[in-house]
C-alpha cells in the first residue's frame, strides 16, 4: 500500500512538475514570440512580422509587428496593454492603460490581387432567418460582449494618404487618441485629433486640423446608454484665405421609449453657417418602430476643402431636398416620402469613361409604402436633365402591387399607371458600359415614349411615340462597322404571373434614306414560374434585308458585288434547359449584279437546335431557281462534342444541280472577301503549330442526283463521302456517271505527320475518268466550231506531293495524267486546211479560198485531158489535205505532268490511223484565269505516212526514202513541224504551208 501511495505521489509531483514547466515556459517572451508567429502565419493574404510579444499577469507587451495587404501596411514600432490577464477568465476586460506610439498607417500603398477566399461557411440550421428577427436600436447591437473598462489611452501615430495625382508626394497626418474612465457606471472621454499639412506650401489646401471629442456613457453591466460624437474639422490654404470649417455632431441615447438618433453636419466659411445634413429619428421599443426625418443641401464646395487636403477627389455635386422615413422594428413595412435634385458634373474622378456624362441634373419626389406583401406607390417621378432634358418618369395613378404573386391593382383600369419619356438620350453615355469592347458608337439621342397599365394579373408597357436613334455610327478598335443608320421600333412589353413577352413593331433601318432592313413583327416570350417547368423563351419574327444598302456599310465592304436585291426571313425558336431550336426560311429575290446580270433566286429552309450536351443538329435544304430550272442542295449535318473535340456526321443531297446558274455565284464574291482571318491578317507564310482540324473528326457524305454543267455534259449519281481526323483528310469512293456514259472514280487523302517536318503535309490521290467524250468541253471553250477530237478517252492520274504548312501546299503538289482512245476523229488540221489557200500558196493564211475551189480548178483542166506533171502535183496535193482535214484515228495516247509554277509537259503525244501516225512531246499553258482547253499549246511533232498517203506525199517529195520505212511500212517527211494555237482551236499551218509551197516548185 505503501508503495502505491508512493508511486501516486510521485507521478502527481512530476505531473505538477511538468505543468510547472510548460506554465514557466509559456510566460517567456521567446516561447510567446514564436506560438504568435505561428499563429499569424496562416493568415492568407497579408504579410506580417512580429519581432518580440511578452505578456505577463499584467500586462502584453508587442515590439516590431508590421503587416502588408492589400492597399495598406501598418508599422508598429510598440504597443503596451496594461491589463490582468486572470480576470478575462470572468468575462471582464479592465484595461489600465494602453499605450502606442510611433505607429504608421500606410494607405498609399499600391493595389494587389485580392487573395483567394475559401467559400463562406454554410449558416448554421440553428440561426434564424434574418426577417424572424427584429433590428433593435443601434446601441442594442453596439452592446460589449465583455464587461469593459478602459481607464487610459495613449495612442499616437501617423496616417500616409494616396495623393491626388500620381505624380504628388503622399500626404501624411498625424493621429492621437487620448482618453479613458470608459467603465460600467460611467463616461468615457475621449479625444481624436487629427492633423495634416501639406508637402507643397503653395498647395490649394495646406492644413486640415480635426479635433473631436467622443463620449460614451455605459450602463451598469455592459450596455451603452449614450453615444455623442463631435468633429470640428479646420481647412486653410491658397484657396481658402478665410479658411473652411466643417461641424459634424453624431448622437444616439437610449430612453424608456427606445432610442433616439440625430446626425447633423454644418459647413461655414468666414461669418455664414450653413446645415447642409439632418437626420433626426427614433426607434421606439413599441410596435411603431422607426421614424426618421432627413433635410440635406450639400455641395462639393462644403466637401472639397477636406477630402483634396486628403487625397481624395470628388465630382462636382449639388443635392437638396427633404423626406420621412418610417419603418417597422423587422422591416416588414415601411413608408418613404420627400423630394430630392441636385446635379452633378466630373464624374470621371470615379471612372475616365464616366466623363461622357457631362453635367447631370436630376430631381425625385417619392411616395411609396409597403406593408407585408403589398407595395402601395402613390407618387414616384424622377427627371433627368443634361443641357437639355434626358429622361422622366412619372405615375398617373395609385398603383398597389402585391409582391407575392404579382398582381397590380389600380383605381382606374382602362388608365395608365405611369409614363416614361425618353427625350434625349446621349449615345455617349452608353461608353461607360462599352468601355471594354472596343467598340464607339455615336450618333442622335434616343427618342421614345412609353406608356404602362394594369392587364389582368400583370402589366403591359406599350409605345406611345417610337424609339428613334438617328446617324448610328458603331467602330471597333478605330475601323468603321456601320454608319449613318437611322433606326426606329414601337416596343411592347406584356407580363403576367404566368407568362411574359415582348414584340417588336414598325422596325425599320435606313441609310441615307434607303431601307436596310424592315421587320414588320418579332415576338419573344415565355412562361414564368411553375406555368411550364421547360418551357423555355420562344421567338418569331419576319424582316427584310437590302442587300446593296447592307454591302453599302463599312462592314460589309469588298464582300460581294451585288447590286440589287432582297432577301425575307421568316423566324422561329425557342430557348429551353432541354434543347434550344431555331428555324428560319429565306427568300431571296431580284439578286443582280452590275446593270444586267440577274442571279437565281434562293429559298431555304434552315433548322438547327442544340442539345443540353451541346449536340448541334442542322437541316439546311435549299432551292436556287433562274430562268425556269431549279438547282437543289440539302445539307444536313450533327455536331457533336467529344471532349475538347468535336465528331461531325453531314450530308450533302441534291435532285438537280445546275452548275452553270450556281456559278454565277462567283463572279459576285470578291477575290480577297475570305482572305484575311479575324485580326484581319491574310497570313502570308505563317506556320502552323498542330493539325489543320485537331478540333474535328467525322465524316461528310454527298449524293449528287443529277449534275448539269450545259445541255451537251451532265452527270447522275455523283456520291462519295469525305473523312476527317486530326491528321488525315481523305477523299473516299468518288463515283459518278456522265449523262453520254462517262465514268468517274477517284480516291485521295492529305494527312498530317508533325514528325515530318518539312515533308509535314502529303498529299496521294487517283483520279480515273472512263469512256470520257471531250467535245461538249470543246465546244463550249470555242463555240459554233467543230470540236478537235472526237471519240472516248479513258484518263488516268495520279496526284501526289509533300509540304511543310496548308499555306504552301499548293507549290509542292504534282500530277501525272495519261489519255488514250481506242478511235475517232481528228479535227486538228481542220482549220488550216481550210484557209490553205492553194491557189495562192503563200499569201495571207487568212484567205476564205476553200479546197472545194481548187478542186473546180483542177477539174476544168482535167476537161481538157491536160495530163502535165503540175497538174498530178496538184491533185495529189489536194488529197492529202482532203485527208488531213478530217482523220479517222485509231488511237491517241498522251502523257502529261503538271509542276506547281510550270507549264503543263506534254511528255508524249501520238495518233494512229490506217495510213498516217504522228508523234511528238510540247508543253501547256498554266494561267489559272483560262480553262484547260483555251491554254496556249506548243508542240513539236513528226509525220509518217503509207498508202496512198505515203503515194501523194512521194509527188511532192517531202518523203524519206523508202528505206526509212518502219516495220509497218509507215514512212517519215523530210522535216517536223509544229502545232500550236489551244486545245480547242489548233493551229498546224507550218504542215500544211509546206505542203501548199511543195506544190509551185517545177
Not at 427627371?383 to 398617373?396: G, N, R
Not at 383605381?411 to 464607339?440: C, E, S
Not at 442544340?610 to 430550272?629: C, I, K, M, S, W
Amino acid at each position: 500500500m505503501k508503495k502505491a501511495v508512493r508511486i501516486v505521489l510521485v507521478s502527481a509531483g512530476a505531473l505538477l512538475l511538468l505543468l510547472a514547466v510548460v506554465v514557466i515556459a509559456l510566460f517567456q517572451p521567446p516561447v510567446q514570440t514564436w506560438l504568435a508567429r505561428k499563429v499569424v502565419s496562416s493568415q492568407q493574404g497579408y504579410e506580417i512580422e512580429i519581432g518580440r510579444v511578452s505578456a505577463g499577469l499584467n500586462n502584453v507587451e508587442l515590439t516590431g509587428v508590421y503587416v502588408k495587404g492589400r492597399r495598406l501596411a501598418i508599422d508598429l514600432p510598440q504597443a503596451v496593454v496594461e491589463m490582468p490577464l486572470i480576470a478575462l477568465i470572468r468575462e471582464k476586460v479592465e484595461v489600465k492603460k494602453i499605450t502606442a506610439k510611433g505607429w504608421t498607417l500606410d494607405l498609399s500603398q499600391p493595389a494587389a490581387e485580392p487573395p483567394p477566399t475559401a467559400g463562406a461557411p454554410a449558416p448554421d440550421a440553428d440561426t434564424p432567418a434574418s426577417g424572424d428577427k427584429n433590428l433593435g436600436g443601434i446601441l442594442d447591437m453596439l452592446r460589449f460582449p465583455v464587461d469593459l473598462a478602459v481607464e487610459d489611452a495613449d495612442i499616437e501615430g501617423a496616417i500616409i494618404l494616396p495623393p491626388e495625382t500620381p505624380d504628388a508626394a503622399p500626404v501624411r497626418a498625424g493621429v492621437s487618441v487620448r482618453g479613458g474612465q470608459l467603465r460600467p457606471g460611467n463616461d468615457g472621454r475621449f479625444e481624436l485629433a487629427l492633423s495634416m499639412e501639406s508637402p507643397e506650401s503653395d498647395a490649394a489646401v495646406s492644413a486640415i486640423q480635426v479635433s473631436s471629442n467622443l463620449l460614451v456613457r455605459m450602463g451598469a453591466s455592459r450596455d451603452i446608454q449614450s453615444l455623442t460624437f463631435d468633429v470640428d474639422a479646420r481647412a486653410s490654404g491658397a484657396q481658402l484665405p478665410q479658411g473652411a470649417r466643417l461641424q459634424i455632431n453624431i448622437a444616439a441615447s437610449k430612453s424608456a421609449s427606445g432610442e433616439d438618433y440625430s446626425i447633423t453636419l454644418k459647413s461655414q466659411e468666414a461669418d455664414s453657417e450653413k446645415n447642409i445634413l439632418s437626420i433626426k429619428a427614433t426607434n421606439p421599443s413599441g410596435p411603431e418602430g422607426l421614424n426618421a426625418m432627413w433635410v440635406v443641401d450639400l455641395r462639393d464646395a462644403d466637401l472639397a476643402p477636406f477630402t483634396s487636403g486628403l487625397g481624395l477627389k470628388l465630382p462636382s455635386f449639388r443635392a437638396s431636398g427633404q423626406g420621412t422615413f418610417a419603418a417597422a422594428d423587422n422591416f416588414t413595412s415601411f413608408h418613404a416620402a420627400g423630394k430630392i435634385s441636385g446635379d452633378a458634373n466630373r464624374l470621371e474622378v470615379f471612372d475616365a469613361a464616366l466623363s461622357a456624362l457631362g453635367h447631370v441634373n436630376f430631381s425625385s419626389e417619392f411616395d411609396v409604402v409597403n406593408e407585408g406583401d403589398l407595395l402601395r406607390i402613390g407618387v414616384l417621378s424622377a427627371d433627368v436633365l443634361s443641357d437639355v432634358p434626358v429622361a422622366s418618369i412619372k405615375t398617373l395613378q395609385l398603383i398597389e402591387i402585391n409582391t407575392a404573386n404579382g398582381e397590380i391593382k389600380v383605381p382606374n383600369l382602362q388608365g395608365d399607371l405611369l409614363r416614361v419619356d425618353v427625350h434625349g438620350l446621349p449615345l455617349a453615355w452608353a461608353r461607360p458600359f462599352i468601355k471594354d469592347t472596343g467598340l464607339a458608337i455615336s450618333g442622335d439621342p434616343l427618342r421614345g415614349s412609353f406608356t404602362g397599365r394594369a392587364q389582368g394579373n400583370g402589366y403591359s408597357i406599350r409605345s406611345a411615340a417610337p424609339l428613334t436613334l438617328g446617324g448610328l455610327s458603331v467602330a471597333r478598335d478605330g475601323a468603321a462597322l456601320v454608319k449613318s443608320l437611322d433606326v426606329s421600333a414601337s416596343l411592347t412589353v406584356d407580363y403576367s404571373n404566368d407568362a411574359w413577352a415582348v414584340s417588336v413593331s414598325d422596325f425599320s433601318i435606313h441609310s441615307n434614306g434607303a431601307p436596310v432592313a424592315i421587320a414588320t413583327h418579332a415576338r419573344a416570350g415565355g412562361a414564368v414560374g411553375s406555368a411550364a417547368p421547360d418551357a423555355g423563351i420562344s421567338t418569331t419574327g419576319r424582316v427584310r434585308l437590302n442587300i446593296p444598302a447592307i454591302l453599302a456599310q463599312p462592314v460589309a465592304e469588298g464582300l460581294c458585288s451585288l447590286s440589287g436585291g432582297a432577301v425575307d426571313v421568316d423566324f422561329s425558336g425557342r430557348v429551353s434547359e432541354k434543347i434550344s431550336s431555331l428555324e428560319a426560311k429565306l427568300a431571296a429575290s431580284d439578286l443582280r449584279a452590275g446593270d444586267s446580270k440577274v442571279l437565281p433566286e434562293i429559298s431555304a429552309n434552315i433548322r438547327a437546335d442544340v442539345h443540353a450536351d451541346g449536340t448541334l443538329e442542322v437541316q439546311a435544304p435549299a432551292v436556287f431557281e433562274l430562268n425556269g430550272r431549279k438547282s437543289d442542295i440539302e445539307l444536313g449535318a450533327t455536331l457533336k462534342p467529344d471532349g475538347a473535340r468535336q465528331n461531325i456526321d453531314a450530308s450533302i443531297a441534291s435532285t438537280d444541280l445546275y452548275i452553270e446558274d450556281l456559278m454565277v455565284f462567283s463572279s459576285v464574291v470578291s477575290e480577297d472577301s475570305g482572305g484575311a482571318n479575324a485580326d484581319g491578317d491574310t497570313g502570308g507564310d505563317a506556320k502552323e503549330t498542330g493539325a489543320p482540324r485537331n478540333g474535328v473528326s467525322g465524316q461528310v457524305k454527298f449524293a449528287l442526283k443529277n449534275v448539269v454543267w450545259s445541255q451537251d455534259l451532265q452527270a447522275a449519281n455523283v456520291g462519295g463521302e469525305i473523312k476527317v481526323t486530326p491528321s488525315l483528310f481523305s477523299l473516299e469512293n468518288l463515283r459518278g456517271q456522265l449523262s453520254d456514259g462517262a465514268e468517274i472514280k477517284a480516291d485521295g487523302s492529305m494527312k498530317y505527320d508533325a514528325a515530318a517536318g518539312a515533308s509535314a503535309y502529303s498529299v496521294d490521290a487517283k483520279v480515273a475518268l472512263a469512256n470520257f467524250d471531250p467535245a461538249p468541253f470543246l465546244r463550249m471553250a470555242n463555240p459554233g466550231k467543230t470540236p478537235t477530237v472526237e471519240g472516248r478517252f479513258d484518263i488516268n492520274g495520279v496526284v501526289a506531293g509533300t509540304a511543310a504548312s496548308l499555306v504552301t501546299i499548293a507549290d509542292g503538289v504534282n500530277a501525272d495524267l495519261t489519255l488514250t482512245s481506242r478511235g475517232g476523229k481528228f479535227h486538228g488540221f481542220s482549220s488550216s486546211v481550210k484557209s490553205s489557200g492553194i491557189d495562192k500558196l503563200q499569201k495571207d493564211a487568212a484567205a476564205t479560198s476553200t479546197i472545194a475551189a481548187i478542186s473546180g480548178a483542177i477539174l476544168s483542166i482535167v476537161g481538157k485531158n491536160d495530163s502535165s506533171a503540175t497538174l498530178e502535183k496538184i491533185q495529189a496535193g489536194r488529197r492529202v489535205l482532203e485527208r488531213l482535214g478530217e482523220i479517222d484515228f485509231d488511237q491517241i495516247n498522251l502523257d502529261a505532268s503538271y509542276r506547281a509554277g510550270r507549264e503543263i509537259e506534254i511528255r508524249n503525244f501520238s495518233l494512229l490511223s490506217p495510213d498516217m501516225r504522228f508523234a511528238g512531246a510540247g508543253s501547256l499553258g498554266n494561267k489559272p484565269a483560262l480553262s484547260l482547253f483555251n491554254q496556249a499549246l506548243s508542240m513539236n511533232l513528226q509525220m509518217a505516212v503509207r498508202g496512198e498517203q505515203a503515194e501523194d506525199l512521194r509527188a511532192l517529195n517531202i518523203l524519206k526514202k523508202e528505206t526509212d520505212a518502219d516495220t509497218l511500212g509507215y514512212m517519215p517527211l523530210l522535216e517536223n513541224f509544229s502545232m500550236e494555237g489551244t486545245p480547242s482551236n489548233l493551229n498546224t499551218a507550218s504542215l500544211v504551208r509546206h505542203i501548199v509551197s511543195m506544190l509551185a516548185k517545177k
